[in-house]
């Protein structure tokens, strides 16, 4: 199947700054997957989401979303509403005071009829468990709350992708685990491409595929337990492993699975 | 101290003046002003004095609500009143004395009429949702966009802002706080000192606002805003007969006001 969005050996710098951000990355993305992005600070894992809906265009290199060039002006709101983005700060992307009016604002800013708007924004709040909410004032929801309302807001544009860049680092655990755990069942119910960038080893295990990034290149790319399997790699990167990965690890074992049962059960056939 | 902005806040509900058209409810304030500004005499001001009076009743807004709006407007108001009290001519309530019967009926007017103002700005912003009153205003003002007027811009800053101010609020308490755990002082001093102990409450709120305005400069870029061109709204503002009444009785409002203003009374 033609991959979603494709990157080709992007660069980027930006125009002020001496140093690249992105330097050369390939990376295609398939319809209907979850791809999570994991890197630390300043590894341009935000840098490389951005790219995707068109926020920042490569300087030199191609992103193509649906086939679509992003540097391609006429195409900029085709792009922007196939690729749904929601960021860090939840507060700074709500836009109205109303719950349902600030999901209704992408659809608005599309020319959706009225009528339309109201169907998208209730599916779209339902789909995020905040239909109860919806006329609730955001500021007084809680992180995790506001977060899928953000998601929410996206959702009503019916994108393809949804990119969400770092949308879990304001949250405390609970808010956490709400958005995930949101952002999960859309891939897998609804079919929806999600794109997770984080700096949580655990938000990724969940993932189909697992893109490790590090000072504007990719560095590992493959199902999570292959990627976490590469111990030194994660460890030089200064990424953690999840702990049954390093139980593994340090006794020698395959470290093929990312599962307690499983990784019980290898531990005991070891010892027998 | 910052739990008592009342200003942009909106208490939902179901009563007629709710249900009227954005739009109508800003002209009806406009009517209101301007027939406030007529009344002359005790007979006008007690009119609008039961005019807002009733309004309240009917839209469910409690006089404890307009008062604490009213809390930030305390000076201003003694103040007024103060300068008509002592600096107005006639014949003194004591000999010798400064104050006048004219400057006590004069200074009682005054502040009956800066309430009265206070009070229907806030029936309106009370009973409309921001978005609401600057989708009204944004339609009201639609003409002047042929003379090329940023409309749609000035009213999506203001509804920005509306959104904003809770926001920020929430951000300077923190700072405050922050600043006060490590020994800041905002309650004693001189003015002064008062003034400057705000600085560094000033400058991080300053800082991050610019921050936030950037970042919700994308978020809205990426939601396809792209200005006001061909934007539809979900909630369509809808002209029913119940806003003709409203205006009718707003005219005749104006009209009453300006016939007792010809008796003096």
Known sequence: MDPIIRFENVHFTYPEGEEEILRGVDLQIEKGSFVAVLGHNGSGKSTLAKHMNAILLPSSGKVLVRGMDTADEAKLLDIRRSVGMVFQNPDNQIVANVVEDDVAFAPENLGVPSAEIRQRVDAALRQVGMYDFRMHAPHLLSGGQKQRVAIAGVLAMEPEVLVLDEPTAMLDPQGRGEVIQTVTRLCREKGMTVVLITHHMEECIG??????????????????????????????EGLDVPETTRVLHELGLPTETLDAESCARLIAEKLR | MLKDVTLGQYFPGNTVVHRLDPRTKILLLIFFIVALFAAKGWVGYGVML??????????????????????????????????????????????????????????????????????????????????????????LLGPLKKIGLPIHEITMMMSMALRFIPTLIEETDKIMSAQKARGADFENGSLLQRAKALLPILVPLFVSSFRRADELAVAMESRCYHGGGGRTRMKQLHFAPRDLWALLLGAMLIAGMFVLRRFGL
């Open chain 1, 207 to 236: 993932a189909d595929r697992l893109v490790v990034m590090s000072n504007g290149a990719i560095v590992a790319d493959g199902s999570p337990a292959e990627v976490f399997s590469q111990v030194e790699l994660m460890e030089r």
């Open chain 2, 50 to 139: 039961l005019v807002t009076a009733g309004s309240m009743a009917i839209s469910h807004i409690s006089p404890k609500n307009i008062f604490k709006g009213l809390k930030p407007m305390i000076f201003i108001i003694v103040f007024t009143a103060a300068l008509n009290l002592f600096y107005t001519d006639g014949t003194p309530v004591l000999p010798g004395w400064p104050i006048t019967w004219e400057g006590v009926a004069r200074s009682v007017q005054m502040v009956l009429r800066i309430v009265l103002l206070i009070a229907g700005t806030f029936l309106l912003t009370y009973t409309t949702s921001p978005m609401a009153l600057t989708d009204g205003m944004e339609r």
